[in-house]
């Protein structure tokens, strides 16, 4: 007994400093957010004294709906553009030789240790009306002279998919590297054709690493603000943004917390999703 | 069978795409010219131009301090919460200090900025460097305790057993087995919090203050209002020393596998 309650002892002095930590810099602060966001702001930029809901309320004003329906399509076409993307490549580096996949996913690594802001300014770069890609466009007849390919929403879904691609094809590679080939062949010999197998026999295959690469894009596109903020332009803006305006702009912090609980809770319901879906899947085989 | 050839395709042309922007950005960064509009002859006037932009060292100097120092206080937390989720796996209190280890790991960076911003205005601490290092130990403790959580899992527990049946003490047994043992995770963990500290800028964006610029808000203003050609140059040397870098890793860890073998 009473070495049971010196284990419990040691134990808790070991949690100690993360737990205090974490509480102090992680909880405490999320907290403080939703208090913030039902607070009413003083002109000074600091937070006034009583309650209100008027942050609240002022979430629905057509501008932040747009803002919101925006951040929500950019997320989902780019999570669905890198997934199209990295599915064949993790089937590619699945089946390839040890050392040929050793190269590969070293050249997929690579570029990303260059600087996030130093990755998006080379698409400013790039992308400039003065730049390589719309010189191309314009000399092979694709897009007119006049027609933007920077400061809109287009843009802000292609460097994300350049940002976040790496983060979906290690997953979905891992999870390939797993699955077992002779299935697809299997598959064939029963008189499915390449496509059918693949679809409905390797996608259902690597099932957990498509979930963790699709979170590994989804959350952090929806939390966006630097890409937005340098390729996005007026037309690109996504919540992040709005949220930075009102921090750095017109120091509104209860506009601020209001809007980073409507991210917050647009967070969680993926991975809440997730969790519900996995829960649901195992509890029938671990009756069986 | 014939194997479809479509999955190379899709892998050389994403690799095309993962370089083509680096690669424009390290040829410019060598160009004579000031607009992007065309090449007008190699020149290292960039890198002269950048050796007389004192607020770029000043930046650095701050990136560095605050990394080292965020490392160094990231890892001893980070170490122990590993230690606790793995050694009391079973208890429900660590169950929850996973919960909460694992949290800043998913959460939009902009999300902890705002909440560390807001934590910091109602408690009314003056923002600078030392409110950096606080946001900054925060998110690298997570990572190191996920690193060294990972090396602690494929650990053979006899080992330490071991040691405290020979009548080692708790403290010796900690010094001279698991910390050895811990070392590669310890060294993954470390080089991940130093290289996640010097590349922030979301969260330092919003608990910085006036004064305390860092590497990569430097970087961010001189996008937003400064010279391309110049963040060109900065930025090729940026790259050249994390290859260096990336590079000296590879070679200590090829050698410490080797001497141990």
Redesign the interface.
């Known amino acids: 007994m009473r070495k049971e309650a010196t284990?419990k002892i040691r134990?808790?002095l070991?949690?100690l400093?993360?737990?205090f930590?974490?509480?102090l810099?992680?909880?405490?602060?999320?907290l403080?957010?939703f208090a913030?966001a039902l607070k009413p702001g003083n002109p000074y930029g600091?937070?006034g004294s009583g309650w209100t809901l008027d942050n609240l309320r002022a979430l629905a004003s057509p501008n932040y709906l747009a803002v919101a329906w925006r951040t929500l399509w950019i997320s989902a076409l780019s999570t669905v553009l890198c997934i199209v993307?990295a599915v064949?490549?993790g089937?590619?580096?699945a089946?390839v030789s040890t050392r040929s996949k050793g190269f590969?996913l070293m050249?997929?690594i690579v570029?990303f240790?260059?600087?996030?802001?130093?990755?998006?300014?080379?698409?400013?770069?790039?992308l400039?009306p003065?730049?390589?890609v719309k010189k191309i466009l314009v000399l092979t007849g694709l897009t007119g002279s006049q027609t933007s390919l920077l400061y809109n929403s287009g843009a802000v879904v292609l460097v994300t998919v350049?940002t976040f691609?790496?983060f979906t094809i290690l997953p979905i590679f891992a999870a390939a590297e797993k699955f077992n080939f002779e299935l697809l062949?299997a598959a064939?010999d029963l008189g499915a054709r390449?496509l059918q197998a693949f679809a409905k026999v390797f996608i259902p295959g690597i099932r957990r690493g498509l979930t963790t690469a699709v979170?590994f894009v989804l959350?952090?596109a929806?939390?966006?603000?630097?890409i937005p903020d340098?390729v996005g332009g007026p037309g690109g803006e996504m919540v992040?943004n709005k949220?930075?305006q009102r921090?750095f702009v017109d120091r509104n912090?209860p506009q601020?917390?209001a809007l980073?609980v409507v991210?917050?809770l647009t967070?969680l319901a993926p991975?809440i999703g997730v969790l519900v879906g996995q829960r649901k899947r195992e509890r029938p085989e671990s009756i069986l | 069978?014939r194997?479809?050839r479509?999955?190379?395709f899709?892998?050389l042309a994403?690799?095309f795409?993962?370089?083509?922007?680096?690669l424009?950005?390290i040829v410019?960064s060598f160009n004579a010219s000031r607009?992007?509009?065309g090449w007008q002859g190699f020149s290292l006037i960039w890198y002269r131009r950048l050796l007389h932009e004192p607020e770029i060292w000043r930046a650095a100097k701050n990136s560095l301090l605050i990394a080292v120092s965020a490392t160094a206080v990231s890892l001893?937390?980070?170490t122990?919460?590993a230690?606790?989720i793995h050694?009391?796996a079973r208890?429900r209190?660590?169950r929850f200090?996973f919960g909460?280890?694992y949290?800043?790991l998913?959460?939009?960076?902009?999300?902890?900025g705002?909440?560390?911003?807001?934590?910091f205005?109602?408690a009314g601490v003056e923002l600078g460097l030392f409110t950096i290092f606080?946001?900054h130990?925060?998110f690298c403790?997570s990572f190191v305790?996920m690193t060294v959580l990972a090396r602690l899992q494929d650990f053979d527990e006899s080992v330490i057993e071991a040691a405290r049946d020979l009548g080692a003490s708790w403290w010796t047994t900690i010094r001279r087995v698991l910390l050895p043992m811990l070392l590669p995770g310890l060294i993954a963990g470390g080089l991940l919090a130093f290289t996640l500290s010097i590349?922030d800028?979301?969260i330092t964006f919003?608990v910085a203050g006036p004064g305390s610029t860092t590497l990569?808000i430097r970087?961010?203003s001189m996008?937003?209002f400064g010279s391309?050609p110049l963040?060109?140059a900065l930025?090729t040397i940026?790259?050249a020393l994390?290859?260096a870098a990336?590079a000296a890793s590879q070679r200590l860890s090829r050698k410490g596998t080797a001497d141990s073998k």
């Open positions: 284990r134990e808790i070991v949690s400093p993360s737990l930590w974490l509480s810099f992680f909880i405490i602060p999320t403080f957010v913030i600091g937070i993307l064949p490549i089937y590619y580096l089946r590969f050249l997929i570029p240790w260059t600087n996030f802001l130093i990755r998006i300014f080379a698409w400013k770069v790039l400039h003065e730049g390589a350049y691609l790496p062949e064939r390449r979170l959350i952090p929806l939390g966006s603000y630097v340098i992040g949220i930075a921090v912090l601020a917390g980073s991210l917050i967070v991975l | 069978m194997r479809s479509i999955p190379l899709v892998t994403v690799l795409f993962f370089y083509l922007p680096i424009i950005l410019n607009f992007e509009t001893v937390i980070g122990t919460a230690v606790a050694r009391f208890s209190l660590q200090h909460l280890v949290a800043p998913v959460v939009p960076e902009i999300l902890m705002i909440s560390l911003l807001m934590l205005v109602a606080l946001a130990v925060t403790l305790a590349d800028f979301v919003f990569p970087v961010y996008i937003k391309p963040i060109n930025s940026l790259l994390t290859f990336v």
